[in-house]
């Protein structure tokens, strides 16, 4: 499972938890349960990069959801705090400068745990695991991954699938910061096929593209904060493994992805 928590910090958690609405509370509002400090004192500030269906995207109350803000809000209820959500390039997500320059507490944006990102920032525990997978047009000729190698491909900026697609020699790249922008790119004929996690990819079939193929990379998705905050990272780790234990993870995932998790 993508999920295998310490028992230690749930233990951690709950022998904190007494501690919001005690002594801090000197600076009101700074400190939530744990002892931990927030950018914006009594709100979890989350920066995320939709469109990324089903992680986060645009609801239909204009409210950014998804799997992904599913689980921090599970993790700001456990703080006793609000949640808020903040759109951000995912090239300042996963370099780490969203947490650096104080704009968020966590990113939370299906993002790949990467030595290179671990350096930079600390990642939670594993909450998903994530393959690549390819779009076309439905009826092209490309089905595998080496028919990329002569096709102009289309790739998110700064993530794995063009990490991926540069380590394939893939000549004819071209760089998109969003998902959205990918999509548009393929649907004008800009681009012969897009590359991104391939849970990302399913929701545009039905849009008259269809997924070529899914290339097995065994990536794992984690939520992450600023190196060195230990109270919120020992806090998020709390509640994955509380939301693994009383089923509140399989029901986020059954309802965003539409299976159960693999290995349940
Ligand atoms: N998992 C990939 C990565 O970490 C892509 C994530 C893109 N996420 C997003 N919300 N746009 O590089």
């Not at 997500?93 to 993002?111: H, M, N, Y």
């Not at 699938?161 to 969003?178: K, M, R, S």
Request: net charge negative.
């Amino acid at each position: 499972p993508a999920v295998a928590l310490a028992a230690t910090t749930a233990l951690l958690l709950t022998a904190c938890a007494g501690g919001a609405g005690g002594t801090d509370d000197a600076t009101p509002g700074a400190t939530a349960a744990g002892g931990v400090t927030l950018v914006s004192p009594g709100t979890l500030t989350v920066c995320t990069n939709p469109p990324y269906e089903p992680f986060e995207f645009e609801g239909e109350d204009g409210q950014i959801e998804g799997l992904d803000i599913d689980i921090v809000r599970e993790v700001a209820e456990d703080l006793g705090v609000e949640l808020a959500t903040k759109v951000t390039p995912f090239e300042t997500i996963q370099s780490g400068t969203d947490l650096e320059t104080g704009t968020c507490d966590v990113v939370a944006s299906g993002i790949t745990i990467t030595e290179e990102r671990a350096a930079k920032f600390d990642f939670s525990q594993p909450y998903f695991d994530a393959d690549q997978g390819i779009l076309v047009p439905a009826g092209s000729a490309i089905a595998t991954a080496d028919d990329l190698t002569d096709a102009r491909v289309g790739v998110q900026q700064a993530t794995t699938g063009e990490t991926w697609a540069q380590e394939e020699g893939i000549a004819g790249l071209v760089q998109f910061e969003d998902l959205g922008l990918q999509v548009q790119a393929l649907e004008t004929g800009q681009v012969d096929a897009i590359v991104n996690d391939i849970a990302v990819l399913g929701p545009f079939v039905e849009d008259g593209f269809e997924v070529a193929a899914t290339i097995p990379t065994g990536e794992q998705y984690g939520l992450g904060v600023k190196k060195g905050n230990a109270a919120l990272l020992a806090a998020i780790d709390g509640t994955l493994e509380r939301i693994v234990e009383d089923g509140t993870y399989d029901e986020i995932y059954t309802a965003r992805i539409g299976t159960a998790p693999a290995g349940d």
